[in-house]
């Protein structure tokens, strides 16, 4: 069965503490795997998208990586603004369909 | 990208009445999708959105509690009927950038039934 989880369910840093976020995924065959940020009462908003190991992406502070089972977010030198829920989305190639995890809250205190 | 105008935003509802949730896109896509995203949980696909076909359910919805409307390729009603506490979430409209790639969401609506 395809699965995607994430870790941690929750993570609360310093700004400025770099950290990682996790997103594990089961599929049988893999097209896509997607980052989005979701802030409360709002929609996903598209971050990075990565198709093959070894791929990484970057946009400010975030850097997405991507292995053969799993994708890392990591987060340098956090700010407050940066406090949301991070979302892993993979794209399955045999049923064509977006399996989401469940997220990683992440609070970046001042 | 896709721009997503999905409304209303919230709202309240009495228990065995009906709400209509429209989304708009700014431009012509095949596939349109909804989600729902129950308190603390992840999304859950309800059913994907053709234009000219019937919308295709996930396991556990089925089309009389969750009508979907595709009258053009811009635009896609879900209605949620005969409400129950249980139905409150957020609902979010959803189409693909490109085939193959990312997603892109709507702000969603957020349902509470009383």
């Known amino acids: 069965e395809d699965q995607v989880t994430q870790s941690p369910e929750a993570l609360r840093l310093q700004e400025g503490e770099s950290s990682s976020l996790n997103c594990s995924y089961t599929v049988s065959g893999l097209r896509g795997l997607f980052w989005y940020r979701q802030d409360p009462g709002k929609g996903p908003e598209f971050l990075f998208t990565?198709?093959?190991a070894g791929e990484e992406k970057e946009k400010e502070r975030l850097k997405a990586t991507l292995t053969k089972k799993e994708s890392f977010l990591h987060i340098t030198a956090p700010k407050p603004e940066d406090s949301a829920t991070y979302l892993c989305a993979v794209l399955t190639s045999g049923t064509y369909k977006y399996i989401f995890g469940t997220g990683t809250r992440l609070k970046v205190l001042a | 990208s896709a721009v997503i105008s999905q409304k209303p935003s919230r709202d309240i509802c009495q228990r065995g009445t009906s709400l209509t949730i429209q989304c708009q896109v700014d431009s012509q896509v095949t596939m349109m999708f909804w989600y729902r995203q129950q308190p603390g949980q992840s999304l859950t696909l309800i059913a994907t959105a053709n234009q000219g076909s019937e919308a295709t359910y996930e396991s556990g919805f089925v089309i009389d509690k969750f009508p979907i409307s595709r009258p053009n390729l811009t635009f896609s009603t879900l209605t949620v009927s005969n409400m129950s506490p249980e139905d409150s979430s957020i609902y979010l409209c959803?189409?693909?950038?490109?085939?193959?790639?990312?997603?892109?969401f709507g702000q969603g609506t957020r349902l509470t039934v009383v």
């Open positions: 990565l198709y093959s």
């Open positions: 959803s189409v693909e950038g490109q085939a193959g790639t990312e997603a892109f």
